[in-house]
């Protein structure tokens, strides 16, 4: 397999991949860490990529692992990971500070959620994998998938109402 | 009528069952200006997932291209070199060849002969000086005669 090969197959999903990591390892360069990292073992083991049925939901089973690995040796260090990194630059959304301000409680929201919930939310919502995939990726079941997500959904939308009446009610 | 839809699928949203199409409504319908009031504050959740699909990975990968050190062709490597060793040594052995002609052959061996033997010859004819010893140990022989005389005087005496 070529350099060009496998970048033809790796290009589709390596964002995936880096929003899987980031959403997980929540810094922006962490996950580009680990996105390289990532992308850097399944070159190495190229000969062995035409035996996989499925080289996404693979790769983001890997993203998955490997950032677990990341989270559980920062924690052993007592190491915090620092951000800054929740603006987001879409232009409708800088016309209403407000908005702004709202989405950035989401980022919140999501964050302080269970990782399962997070990787379920990053992969059905944001990605949108079918459940079977998902289920698939994150060695889970069908059902065990449907429930992490309406737990997940249900969690971001009553904090998001809370925030939403704030001061109001 | 569409608020209705939007709530229906709001509530079968919340309990994962939505399939990609409906969501993919629902974003839709979150992503206008204007959405009901009440539902408010669902616009935000909707907004920050559309933007986050378009976070993308601006890093490059550095690919290498791994040299794989093939161990098989040190093997192969070895047997040339082993067989251009014995090669080498079958050539340098001093050979002196055969001689196919009888008659050749039976003159070369005689050549050869003679030169042992004439070689042998000259290693004897060194040794003659043995023979002078041997005449040096001949003239000892006149002591038995002293000894004759010496064993006639004991007899004598007893």
Redesign the interface.
Known sequence: MT?KE??HI?MPF??K???LA?RLLISTEEA?DA??EV??KL??HKEKMEDYKNVEAFSMTMTKNFCFDRLKSKQSQNLKIVHSNYE?N?TS?QKQVE?ND??N???KI?EDLPEQQKMVIQLR????Y??DEIAKMLDMNNTA??????RA??T??EK??N???YGIK | MVLNNIEKLLEKYENGETSLKEEQQLKNYFSQETVAPHLEMYKPMFAYFLVNQQEQFTKDIPLKTKKVFNYKWISVAAVAVIMLGVYLKSNLNNDLGTINDPEIAFNEVSKSLEMISKSFNTGTSTLQYLDEYDKGASTLGYLNEIENTTNIIFKTNQ
């Open positions: 350099q496998f970048l790796v390596k964002d991949v880096f929003r980031k580009e996105t390289q992308l850097l070159w190495n987001d879409n959304l908005l709202s989405v409680w989401v980022a999501i919502d944001i990605e949108e079918d459940l998938v449907r429930v992490t997500l309406s959904r249900k971001i939308r998001l109402t925030t939403h009446n």
